[in-house]
Structures are given as C-alpha cells and as structure tokens.
C-alpha cells in the first residue's frame, strides 16, 4: 500500500510561481516511477510530467514544457513539481501518481492561477 499526500497549491497570479509536494509511504520509493497529473472542470485528467524512479528520465506533457519541472528526493520519499511562468489555464486540480503494480493517487492540490 503506498499513500501520497501532496501540499502546495494555492492561488496565484499570471507569471508566478509555486512548487507542489508530494510525500509518499512506502519502503520502496526509489522504485516507483512517480508523476503530476491535472484536471480542470470539465476536462479528462491529464498527464503533466513523470519522473523515473533514479530521477535520471522526465517527461513533460507540451503544455508545460520549459515552465514545470518535476523532481525526487528518494531519501526523504518526496516528488516535487516547480511550476513557473503559470498561466491561468494551467488552473486545475494537481494529483500525484505513484505507479507500481497498480497506480496509486494522492488526494489532489489545487491550483489556481488568476488572469
């Protein structure tokens, strides 16, 4: 059982900054392949970035890329998502994913990001 606990969000204005945390359980963290994924009102859930268990591979959804970037710090259990130059529509509830066996979710951060 792996559970995911992310904190960050927040309200923010057109052009700043936050960085969203996600802290997990587990004893074998440094196995899981973790990522970001968001949903706004209305829309499908959608992939923001992963990270690969050595933090050495990302991936970054093309909405995104050049402004987020995704991070781990296996020794305290933690993945971390930097998000600069935000845009309102970058506005969403933020999910962390833990993928095993299974995928696990975290309760969800929300993010919204004023014009």
């Known amino acids: 059982q792996v559970q995911l606990v992310e904190s960050g969000g927040g309200l923010v204005q057109a052009g700043g900054s936050l960085r969203l945390s996600c802290a997990a359980s587990?004893?074998?963290?440094?196995?899981?392949?973790m990522g970001w994924f968001r949903q706004a009102p209305g829309k499908e859930r959608e992939l923001v970035a992963r990270i690969s268990w050595s933090g050495g591979s990302t991936f970054y959804a093309d909405s995104v890329k050049g402004r987020f970037t995704i991070s781990r710090d296996n020794t305290k259990n933690t993945v971390y998502l930097q998000m600069n130059s935000l845009k309102p529509e970058d506005t969403a509830g933020y999910y962390c994913?833990?993928?095993?066996?299974?995928?696990?979710w975290g309760q969800g951060t929300q993010v919204t990001v004023s014009s």
């Open positions: 587990g004893r074998t963290f440094n196995s899981y392949v």
């Open positions: 994913n833990a993928r095993t066996s299974i995928d696990y």
